[in-house]
């Protein structure tokens, strides 16, 4: 069984621009959730999406967002990218409500 | 909102010795603990959890965690530490009973794994 998958793995982009990341969740996996992983602040959570509804946020700018489609494959864009965007974005899905949750290996964007 | 405290962001061990890794949570009512690990250039791997079953729970590659609510605590230990168990380990909550996936994690401890 496929686990989840993050395109692409490494991105570089420069200040003011946007990007869009991708996340395949393993089949059947409805719940989808992205994480920023940096040095100085950790892990922390964007968002969650499941049946392509978005039911929880984190603490960030609007400018992160992000969207589920029907297949349960789920994007995240980033607008107006800023130097401390640079990060590991980790996606990560799970099957139900007390299961874990099951981590893709990020989309490491750098910003010049 | 729920924290997660690792006591010790570094912790070197010899091949062969007891690993142990701290993990404190704070909630007056216990949440679902996990314990995942990350290798260089990785995602995060799920070593072992607990929901709501035994205290003592069993994972992958010979560790273990238990639970201890009067302490609220979760470390992960395994007897005999390899080379290949060196990486970074974090512990991580979410509340129990809530449909909502938001983990929170911990800062993570780096276990270096000496010859």
């Known amino acids: 069984k496929a686990g989840v998958t993050q395109t692409p793995r490494y991105l570089i982009k420069t200040r003011g621009q946007q990007v869009t990341l991708s996340c395949s969740p393993i089949?059947?996996?409805?719940?989808v959730s992205w994480y920023q992983q940096t040095p100085g602040q950790g892990l922390q959570f964007l968002f969650e999406?499941?049946?392509?509804?978005?039911?929880n946020k984190g603490n960030f700018p609007g400018r992160f967002s992000g969207r589920q489609f029907s297949n349960s494959r789920s994007e995240m864009n980033v607008s107006t990218l800023e130097l401390g965007d640079s990060a590991l974005y980790l996606c990560?899905?799970?099957?139900?409500?007390?299961?874990?949750?099951?981590f893709g290996d990020g989309t490491r964007l750098s910003i010049l | 909102a729920q924290s997660v405290t690792q006591l010790g962001s570094h912790v070197s061990v010899s091949e062969g010795a007891l690993v142990l890794l701290r993990c404190n949570y704070s909630?007056?009512?216990?949440?679902?603990l996990f314990w995942y690990v990350q290798y260089p250039n990785q995602g995060l791997q799920l070593l072992l959890k607990?929901?709501?079953?035994?205290?003592l729970v069993k994972g992958i590659n010979g560790f273990e965690a238990e639970f201890k609510k009067s302490e609220t605590s979760f470390h992960l230990t395994k007897p005999s530490a390899h080379m290949s168990d060196a990486a970074e380990y974090f512990c991580?909550?979410?509340?129990?009973?809530?449909?909502?996936?938001?983990?929170?994690f911990g800062r993570g401890t780096q276990l270096t794994v000496w010859p």
């Open positions: 607990y929901t709501s079953a035994a205290t």
């Open positions: 089949s059947g996996h409805r719940s």
């Open positions: 990560a899905s799970r099957i139900g409500e007390d299961q874990p949750q099951h």
């Open positions: 909630s007056s009512v216990p949440p679902y």
């Open positions: 999406y499941f049946s392509e509804t978005q039911r």
């Open positions: 991580a909550v979410s509340d129990r009973g809530s449909t909502l996936g938001r983990l929170y």
